[in-house]
């Protein structure tokens, strides 16, 4: 697609999270930036033209995100709102981000279930209804502990055990309906844990991975939240963000399948804190267990299988856990330092 070619995007996306939950203890209470929107919309402007993407969401933007492009408050849970949106801004692709995560979602099953399943009922509709492409990202958390874990393929027993990863298991089987049955251009991948540095993560299960670099720079001391053998699959925003771009670009004969697996690393808290610990030798890690969070965890996948992801469309990651920790310490470290001088 040429970048002057007719396509207006709408992010349905992820600024920031606080409804009416409590975020984990490491992190800020609410406000700054929710983890993937963003950045996408950054990625996403640069390639299409700033006035083609429209950031939505519920929350109001920080004045960085409100004058960086085009924002619109948009309820997913609107539908007249959501058609009034794509009709006047003749929206033709949609990515679909807003969503409660698992350890946010066990806290609030009902506001989960209407934000997840209700909402992505709405969205599907609407991008039936205007023919639009649409890109919904599902999860590790669409697994749970009768799939094979080590490592999961795309087509597997998928019972998982949370309001999230049964939402976006629903929300892959609706979106692969809806194409079988109204032709509807849906994509999905499954995405890892992110781990970001600009961005705090939203209340998810491997939200320690993003916490311990913080804790790392500024304390040098982290306290865990899982078991230090915790096996996870794991990715660094970068790689997630092109991924989804690569995704939604695909000629739609390249996809054999609708939704994929896309994975780059796999490790567990006592491997991150040794990579860690390569560069900080001082740091201290201890282990408190949440015991939601655990038993969330040994549910997921320790590793994901994402080669048809690679055959398909060429799927191929940047970084690995050495790149990674030398990345978020370098952001982290330089952006620390500033806040010291100012
Ligand atoms: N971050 C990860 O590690 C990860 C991993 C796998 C999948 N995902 C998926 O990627 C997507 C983005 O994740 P994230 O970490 O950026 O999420 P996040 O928790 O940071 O943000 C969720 C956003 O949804 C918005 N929202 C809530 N209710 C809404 C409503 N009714 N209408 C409109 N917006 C509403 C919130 O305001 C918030 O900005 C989610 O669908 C998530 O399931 C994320």
Redesign the pocket.
Known sequence: MSSNSNVFFLL??????S?SVSLPPSFPPSGGL????VGLAKRLRKRFGNKNVILS???KPPSHVFYSGPFIY????DYKNLREIVVNNRITWLVH?????SAVGEANVSLARD?NIT?LHNILDIAAEHGLRLFV????GAFGPTSPRNPTPDLCVQRPRTIYGVS?VHAELMGEYYHHRYGLDFRCLR????ISADSQ????T?DYAVAIFHDAVKTGKFECNLKPDTRLPMMYIDDCLRATVEMMEAPADTLSMRTYNINAMSFSPEELAQEVQKQLPDLEVTYDIDQVRQAIADSWPMNFDDSNARNDWGWKHDYDLPELVQTMLNYIGSDSRIAQTN
């Open positions: 349905s996306l992820s600024m920031s999270l409804l929710g983890q993937l929107g969401d519920i929350r948009s309820d997913i849970l981000y807003s969503a409660l995560l934000v909402g990202p599902s999860t590790i976006k995405y890892p844990g992110i993560p939203g209340g998810g491997t």
